[in-house]
Nanobody, 118 residues
Framework: QVQLVESGGGLVQPGGSLRLSCTAS????????MGWYRQAPGKQRELVSV???????RYADSVKGRFAISRDNARNTVVLQMNSLKPEDTAVYYC????????????WGQGTQVTVSS
């Protein structure tokens, strides 16, 4: 059974930082690209960042220079470090695992709420 378990969301003031973590089980972690998506109320889910199995990264323009994604293949974990948070970063953040060769094979975590507010 595949599980992606996210942690690290919460309430933070503008300009603050949060660190999201996602631990995967039930998959061969090293053949999956790992990503973070977010969905704000009334909006579509959007890609935030992705890291491939060989460490290549991609970011949405809105988070470049503020967010950093990393993975630890030994711990089956992907981390999203979020700095200089803005109110518009408020959303539910979802972890995603997408097979590098069979892109239709992908899994989602349950989501973690990030709220940026003073």
């Amino acid at each position: 059974q595949v599980q992606l378990v996210e942690s690290g969301g919460g309430l933070v003031q503008p300009g603050g930082s949060l660190r999201l973590s996602c631990t995967a089980s039930g998959i061969i972690f090293t053949v999956y690209a790992m990503g973070w998506y977010r969905q704000a109320p009334g909006k579509q889910r959007e890609l935030v960042s992705v890291i491939t199995n060989n460490g290549n990264t991609r970011y949405a323009d809105s988070v470049k220079g503020r967010f950093a994604i990393s993975r630890d293949n030994a711990r089956n974990t992907v981390v999203l470090q979020m700095n200089s948070l803005k109110p518009e970063d408020t959303a539910v953040y979802y972890c995603n695992a997408r097979h590098q060769l069979v892109s239709q094979t992908n899994y989602w975590g349950q989501g973690t709420q990030v709220t940026v507010s003073s």
